[in-house]
């Protein structure tokens, strides 16, 4: 049975195999909910319950969000507060909060300093069911842990039976965990993206007795179905927050933007602010971490972990659970990546940590990356 955990006592098992016996043409069916996440991270067990992870760094909550500077250590020169635009008659209106959007691209708008939204944005991932990775407000970026939607696991007759007793036995075999970046824009308000991550258990071996999990791809639309929840947690309905959000958009074929002659780069048109928004949006879903930004530079300040440059011997799965995992992130190494534009014509280039121009495999790995991401 493809969602039974084989990590359960035999006579768990011999009662399930019995039940099973009594069952005939058994039907499946799911709950109502389609949300409802378990943190791995609550799980004590084998390192295959974890997907990989490279980029997991603990914040220090002696910080917040400043308000003024250059960096986000700094962007938050402000233009006055602006008011929000106005919503359709038939959506109660949350007085500074809305949704803008650009194709299947969401993000959250709150008309107040990202210091004050912070903590209820935090309070939304832990009531939602999540452990919080990486806590750092003083950069404005949260992750979760890797963890499960359990709304996923089918109802059928033998687990509405007996119920939570035998529900450590079923396993989606995926896997989600989501990154929440808060920016404050030229307006002073603070603007809210919500990423996603994902990861799927696959069979392997001539026997298929062995799992492996690989990456599954970013789902704009559950990243849209939380920020519609994170609307609720701030005020708005369920209907008002769903209709803001709206549905998803065709997208146009996806088209790479990679130069690689002369000095490795992105060349795409749009203006600074779009490109500023794809970039951040590209990183969060890539392995990166995004240390520092510098929006009036457009610079982010980012750290990359190739998988290459994990210590020793050891096996994937065994680097990046160990206990040298910690050893391991301290080898991920300092970027920056620059975005410029000239004419309505946007550049994106990598630099090492000290600001000289990278042009070899790094940069284009590192490209290639994020050139994945622009425009889904």
């Not at 991270?41 to 295959?48: A, D, I, Q, V």
């Not at 007759?157 to 989606?172: E, M, W």
């Amino acid at each position: 049975m493809r969602h039974l955990s084989f990590k359960s006592s035999s006579a768990v098992l011999t009662l399930v195999m019995a039940t099973g016996l009594l069952m005939s043409g058994c039907s499946t069916t799911f709950s109502g909910d389609t949300i409802d996440y378990k943190s791995a991270g609550e799980k004590k067990g084998p390192n295959l319950a974890f997907p990989p992870d490279m980029s997991v760094v603990n914040g220090d909550k002696r910080y917040v969000v400043p308000d003024g500077g250059a960096t986000l250590s700094g962007y938050s020169a402000v233009a006055g507060t602006a008011k929000p635009e106005g919503k359709e008659k038939v959506l109660p209106a949350v007085e500074g909060m809305r949704i803008e959007r650009d194709g299947n691209r969401r993000w959250l708008v709150v008309s107040k300093p990202a210091k004050n939204v912070y903590p209820s944005v935090r309070e939304f991932w832990q009531e939602s069911g999540f452990l919080l990775l990486t806590d750092s407000p003083e950069t404005g970026i949260m992750e979760t842990d890797w963890a499960e939607n359990r709304a996923k696991i089918p109802q059928d007759f033998i687990r509405r039976t007996l119920g939570k007793v035998l529900d450590s036995l079923y396993s989606t075999g995926e896997r989600d965990k989501f990154r929440t970046r808060l920016e404050t824009n030229a307006k002073g308000e603070t603007e809210i993206y919500i990423t996603h991550r994902g990861a799927a258990e696959q069979l392997t071996g001539s026997d298929k007795s062995q799992t492996i999990w690989t990456a599954r791809a970013n789902d704009p639309e559950l990243e849209a179905e939380f920020l519609a929840r994170l609307m609720q947690r701030l005020g708005y309905t369920e209907t008002a927050a769903k209709a803001s959000v709206g549905s998803k958009e065709t997208s146009a074929p996806k088209v790479s933007y990679l130069k690689k002659e002369l000095t490795p780069r992105l060349e795409f048109p749009a203006n600074f602010d779009r490109a500023w928004r794809e970039v951040g949006v590209g990183l969060d879903r890539s392995n990166f971490m995004v240390d520092d930004r510098d929006r009036a530079q457009g610079i982010y300040f980012v750290r990359f972990l190739n998988p290459k440059d994990l210590s020793g011997d050891r096996g994937f799965w065994e680097k990046m659970f160990s206990s040298k995992s910690e050893e391991d992130m301290k080898r991920a190494k300092r970027y920056r990546v620059i975005v410029k534009e000239t004419s309505g014509v946007i550049v994106v280039t990598v630099q090492d940590d000290r600001g000289t121009p990278e042009v070899g495999e790094a940069a284009i790995q590192l490209l290639s990356l994020l050139d994945q991401q622009l425009g889904k």
